[in-house]
Nanobody, 121 residues
């Protein structure tokens, strides 16, 4: 299992921006697809954005055009740039690395501790 550390959450006004960062441990960072999920109290966990090893991205309909996921292999970091934030974006955001094989070793999916994003005036 890969260890993940998220940062960048906080309180922001509607229409504002935040950038979340996720720094996986180990040298296999670039070998797995990664994503950002979010979960508000009482709600189901939701996939926000995903980025493949090759850099292809997918977004939830609710964030398309506002959020951008990217990865910097040199810095071993995945980012989620969040613009035009809305109150409904309020949630705990979790970094996620997908399970898979790396040269014969199977790695379980991993989750970060989560970082709180609150959008409120």
């Amino acid at each position: 299992q890969v260890q993940l550390v998220e940062s960048g959450g906080g309180l922001v006004q509607p229409g504002g921006s935040l950038r979340l960062s996720c720094a996986p441990s180990g040298s296999i960072f670039s070998r797995f697809a990664m994503g950002w999920y979010r979960q508000a109290p009482g709600n189901q966990r939701e996939l926000v954005a995903r980025i493949s090893v090759g850099g292809n991205t997918n977004y939830a309909d609710s964030v398309k055009g506002r959020f951008t996921i990217s990865r910097d292999n040199g810095k071993n970091t995945v980012y989620l740039q969040m613009n035009s934030l809305k109150p409904e974006d309020t949630a705990v955001y979790y970094c996620h690395v997908e399970s898979g094989y790396y040269y014969g070793t199977y790695y379980l999916e991993s989750w970060g501790q989560g970082t709180q994003v609150t959008v409120s005036s």
